[in-house]
């Protein structure tokens, strides 16, 4: 007997997406609320979770890693978010040491205006990262993260919608570092 039933197949999909993401948002751990998911997406948010954008271009991404143990009968998706913010400055520093010592959520922004939720239900923890002035006159001088959740299921698609009204709404809208 199946554990789960076949649905659907899927075509070959077309050449006209990009990759990499253009912006992550950060909130606090516990502030999503109750998440309403239709359909494998998120389209409300149970609580009142104020989002902090982060913009980026270039090196930093989402990656979603299935393990699955037959043996033990488990399965989880270890989501990996590598974040790579350029140029050094003391403010971007500071905010990052409380992302570091929390355990936020992160909705990334893709190039093809997907939104995805890492760290739904356990929050995502910073595994390591870079303050680097670089060395030769092109390398990076930045900061470099990655925050890695484990979950149940992968990433939720979140409703852009939602998530665009949640920041209008929030007082941390307006607030952006610019370095």
């Given at each position: 007997m199946a554990c789960q039933a076949l649905s659907t197949g899927r075509a070959l999909a077309c050449k006209?997406?990009?990759?990499?993401?253009?912006?992550?948002?950060?909130?606090?751990?516990?502030?999503?609320?109750?998440?309403?998911?239709?359909?494998?997406?998120?389209?409300?948010?149970?609580?009142?979770?104020?989002?902090?954008q982060f913009d980026v271009k270039g090196s930093s991404g989402l990656e979603q890693t299935i393990n699955s143990s037959r043996e033990n009968g488990t399965v989880f998706y270890e989501q990996t978010l590598t974040l790579v913010l350029t140029k050094l400055d003391l403010a971007t520093q500071e905010e990052l040491i409380n992302i570091i010592d929390a355990r936020p959520y992160a909705v990334i922004e893709d190039y093809n205006n997907n939104y995805l939720l890492i760290g739904a239900e356990n929050g995502a923890d910073c595994n390591g990262g870079t303050i680097s002035t670089g060395v030769a006159a092109g390398d990076l001088t930045g900061f470099t993260i990655t925050m890695a959740g484990q979950e149940k299921l992968p990433a939720y698609f979140v409703t852009p919608a939602v998530l665009q009204a949640q920041i209008s709404a929030s007082a941390a809208a307006p607030t952006q570092i610019t370095p």
């Open positions: 006209n997406v990009m990759g990499g993401i253009k912006a992550v948002y950060f909130a606090d751990y516990g502030s999503l609320g109750d998440l309403t998911i239709t359909n494998g997406e998120i389209t409300a948010f149970g609580g009142t979770p104020a989002f902090f």
